[in-house]
């Protein structure tokens, strides 16, 4: 069964006349994972797009994530663009394996969500055998890593990392300037085949020229709308 993931928003104790730099703490109520809830708290947003906010796609691509449940067990997702990291965290704690990358100023956010849930990667010694010779499983986990996209010492260490089951991103859609550098990343990083793609977004006019581009290296799903405005599209990587 489908389950959706409840928002509850929190505001911290701050004037209402307070401007873009008010942090926000929001708890994302977790049914059926390993954890009852997340707590993600946004950073310093100083400008209108920052990556330090929650933004309506992240939270519909946490609902996403929760949605997958136990089938995210044991995966390696990669988040780009992980900002606060809602999303990347909502699949650590229904057991994946999570890289949250962004760029180096948003990591001590991203480290502090992650130390905040208790998704730090576990100890060997807290690991369970798996089932008929199948790894062991540790817990679901996340760790935070600089990722500037297109960057050739960047894509080799993250690279390092995988492969990768799943690479999400959330509000990635709304500069086509950076688009071949976003789509010579997820070319990189996806193995052909195998890796899927998870994208949410507000719709924009400019991702039809993403997606469009994408064409050429990724089986392009159609765009489904899972929230007011807010769509998603899954792509594959072509063998």
């Known amino acids: ?40 708290v946004e950073g310093q947003a100083d400008t209108i797009d920052s990556g330090a906010r929650i933004w309506d796609s992240g939270r519909e691509m946490a609902a996403l994530l929760q949605q997958q449940g136990e089938s995210l067990r044991g995966k390696r997702v990669l988040e780009l663009g992980a900002g606060t990291g809602i999303g990347g965290l909502s699949a650590a704690a229904c057991g994946a ?26 100890d060997a010694d807290t690991c369970v055998l798996g089932e008929d010779g199948a790894p062991p499983f540790c817990g679901g986990s996340a760790v935070a890593t600089q990722l500037l996209w297109g960057d050739a010492s960047d894509l080799e260490r993250v690279r390092a990392s995988g492969p990768f089951d799943l690479l999400v991103g959330s509000d990635l859609l709304y500069a086509p300037h ?29 991702e039809d020229i993403f997606f469009g581009d994408a064409e050429e290296y990724f089986d392009v799903g159609y765009a489904d709308e899972v929230g007011c405005n807010i769509y998603s599209t899954r792509m594959k990587r072509l063998a």
């Not at 008010?22 to 954890?35: F, Q």
């Not at 950076?178 to 990083?189: G, S």
Request: hydrophobic share 50%; proline share 6%.
């Open 97 to 122: 394996d999570v890289l949250l990358s962004d760029q180096a100023h948003m990591l001590p956010l991203l480290n502090e969500n992650i130390i905040a849930n208790g998704l730090q990667r576990r």
């Open 1 to 40: 069964m489908h389950q959706r993931v409840s928002l509850a928003l929190l505001l911290l104790a701050v004037p209402h006349t307070a401007s873009l730099a008010t942090p926000v703490l929001e708890t994302v109520a977790l049914r059926g994972a390993a954890s009852s809830s997340l707590r993600v």
């Open 178 to 206: 950076v688009f071949p550098l976003l789509l010579d990343t997820l070319v990189e990083l996806c193995t052909p085949g195998v890796t899927e793609v998870l994208l949410t977004y507000p719709t924009r006019y400019t």
